[in-house]
């Protein structure tokens, strides 16, 4: 598997380009602000966009969706419980005194659920729903032998997501974490959406939010 990660836009949210490297199809996950930067590593590798996968929609994660999908004609997947986020873009821009501006709302193509698999070429992605951040906070895991999780802002490399903004449940968040992703293998590298990768098995192990799951 192709797989390029690198911060974009202002807050540094991680974006993922996940691609196959025989079919040269590819998944974006949380395209940030930078579309410019997301189409270079798309061109790097050859490889053409087929979904837009969003891990929620906080402004700093969706910002580059509607260039991102004009550019490409891919898909822009999400769940259907941060609809009301997506939707004011302009108040999440506030909530932020402006310092990012409201970015174009792009059409939601698919709506995604637990269970689902989003699939480029030979790449399967599985859809785990992990509200507390966002009610309709999401992760993606790609099993195989070296298992890999896009954890959005659910799951941190030494912490965990907010909750206190609207839609936010700690208690939730934390029923999140133990029933779908420390279900999962322990070795499964994590790339959270801001800051340092980690693993599962780091974080039961020393992440102080996750002691007591
Ligand atoms: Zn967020
Ligand atoms: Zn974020």
Not at 173 to 201: D, K, W, Y
């Amino acid at each position: 598997m192709i797989l390029e990660t690198f911060p974009v836009g202002l807050l540094q949210c991680n974006c993922s380009v996940l691609g196959d490297p025989a079919t040269k199809e590819a998944i974006v996950v949380d395209p940030g602000g930078d579309v410019e930067k997301v189409l270079a590593a798309l061109a790097r590798h050859g490889l053409r966009c087929r979904a837009i996968l969003n891990t929620h929609t906080h402004i700093d994660h969706v910002g580059a969706n509607d260039a991102l999908r004009q550019a490409t004609g891919a898909e822009v997947m999400l769940h259907a419980a941060d609809l009301p986020l997506y939707d004011n873009l302009r108040i999440q821009s506030e909530w932020m005194g402006g310092m990012l501006p409201p970015p174009p709302r792009s059409p939601v193509d698919q709506e995604l659920d637990h269970g689902d698999v989003v699939r480029a070429g030979g790449l399967a992605a599985e859809v785990l729903h992990t509200p507390g951040h966002t009610p309709g906070s999401l992760c993606f895991h790609v099993p195989g032998a070296e298992p890999l999780l896009l954890s959005g802002d659910t799951l941190f490399a030494g912490s965990i997501g907010r909750t206190d903004l609207w839609g936010g449940d700690y208690e939730q968040e934390l029923a999140s974490i133990r029933n779908r992703l420390l279900a999962l293998e322990p070795h499964t590298r994590v790339i959270p959406g801001h800051g340092p990768q980690t693993t599962l098995e780091r974080e039961r192990r020393s992440n102080p939010f996750l002691v007591g799951l």
